[in-house]
């Protein structure tokens, strides 16, 4: 893994307990030189990322639309659910952590990408890992 994303990794991990997405924000951007893009992704040259917030455990926000996550798969892409009161969780959402997307991608191809994905449509484990 780039020295850049671990770094990155690193700093949510320690601030797992920042309760408030704005703070979380503050905190990635004083760390590392992020570019905004519209309105919810932050990028480096390394690795892009969404904030999200949740008052509890659910996770079912939509996170973004395919074609923006599409603009940005070639490095890795974050999101980084602030769940207030408890510890914060960073998943990786390319494309290939996506178990399904939305209804409304019903005439997705490779030259119509549209529709959007759901928190919960993030896959949360990858059971692949560590099979022989």
């Known amino acids: 893994m780039n020295q850049?994303?671990?770094?990155?990794?690193q700093l949510v991990e320690n601030n797992k307990g920042i309760n408030t997405k704005e703070e979380m924000i503050k905190t990635v951007?004083?760390?590392?030189?992020?570019?905004?893009?519209g309105r919810a992704v932050y990028h480096t040259d390394f690795f892009a990322v969404i904030f999200c917030y949740?008052?509890?455990?659910?996770?079912s926000n939509v996170i973004l639309s395919l074609s923006k996550l599409e603009k940005y798969d070639h490095i890795p892409c974050f999101v980084?659910?602030?769940?207030k009161d408890l510890d914060n969780v960073i998943y990786l959402i390319n494309t290939t952590f996506l178990d399904k997307i939305s209804h409304s991608s019903q005439d997705l191809r490779a030259e119509n990408i549209r529709g959007s994905f759901l928190g919960s449509n993030i896959r949360k484990e990858l059971t692949e890992i560590g099979k022989k």
Do not use: E, G
């Not at 850049?4 to 990794?9: A, S, T, W």
């Not at 951007?29 to 893009?37: A, E, W």
């Not at 980084?80 to 769940?83: P, S």
């Open 29 to 37: 951007c004083n760390s590392f030189p992020m570019v905004k893009d």
């Open 54 to 59: 949740s008052k509890n455990n659910s996770f």
């Open 4 to 9: 850049i994303v671990h770094n990155f990794v």
């Open 80 to 83: 980084v659910l602030v769940k």
